[in-house]
């Protein structure tokens, strides 16, 4: 079975922090996708990685997809009260063979203003 | 048309009644999703359709029935629900899994908050 841990499950911070989260595996994902999902909304897709070791930034935010393809981080950058939110990182199950999406356990950041 | 909608954005119900959660998309995505989510958990998968036909169903209980009737909507009818049930419904579209140059990367609806009573 195909997992996803996500680190840390739960952050506070102060706007203007920077900080990173993490999504292991030790299972070797064709992709992985960001989501960050908003209070009372639905998931929205943030970024997709695919070839391992690439980096790819949207704003202040920097996803990496590692080496290996078994894991993948995001690093926001003065973080601001707008990013709070759940971030779930996301792979197809079994290289996208069905239509199934393997979700990680989630993080919830909450950015104090 | 990059949207997927859902109605109603709330519902309350008695664990007598018979309601259904109504899913669209135009964006000719052939893969339509139903998943619930508890607060500040990740969602859980309940039924996937591809092409309009029921493809994998994650052992979900009978009171929970899926609906195909285009490939543009996707219904939930809801019967003798019980107060677990309770939480946020989600419909997800994305292109079909094996298509060139995709990543069964999903696109959601806002939810539907079903509070049980």
């Known amino acids: 079975t195909q997992l996803l841990e996500q680190s840390p499950q739960f952050l506070s911070i102060q706007e203007g922090e920077n900080l990173t989260v993490y999504c292991n595996s030790s299972s070797v994902f064709s992709s992985l996708q960001w989501y960050r999902q908003e209070p009372g909304e639905g998931p929205v897709l943030l970024v997709t990685?695919?070839?391992?070791?690439e980096v790819k930034k949207l704003k202040r935010l920097t996803f990496q997809f590692g080496d290996a393809r078994k894991d993948s981080s995001l690093h926001i950058t003065a973080a601001q009260p707008g990013d709070t939110g759940l971030y779930l990182c996301a792979g197809p199950d079994y290289g996208g063979a069905t239509n199934k999406l393997i979700f990680g356990t989630g993080t919830l950041l909450a950015v104090q203003p | 048309d990059t949207e997927v909608t859902q109605t109603p954005k709330h519902l309350v119900m008695g664990m007598t009644n018979k309601k259904s959660l109504k899913c669209e998309q135009h964006?000719?995505?052939?893969?339509m999703y139903w998943y619930k989510q508890k607060a500040k958990k990740p969602p859980e998968l309940m039924f996937v359709?591809?092409?309009?036909?029921?493809?994998i169903n994650e052992s979900v209980p009978s009171r929970f029935s899926p609906e195909c009737p285009n490939s543009s909507l996707l219904n939930l009818h809801l019967h003798a629900l019980q107060p677990e049930d309770s939480a946020l419904y989600l419909c997800?579209?994305?292109?079909?899994?094996?298509?060139?140059?995709?990543?069964?990367?999903?696109?959601f609806g806002p939810g539907t908050r079903l509070t049980v009573l």
């Open positions: 997800a579209s994305s292109q079909e899994s094996g298509m060139m140059g995709t990543y069964n990367e999903q696109f």
């Open positions: 990685v695919v070839t391992g070791g």
């Open positions: 359709y591809s092409y309009e036909k029921l493809s």
């Open positions: 964006m000719g995505h052939r893969a």
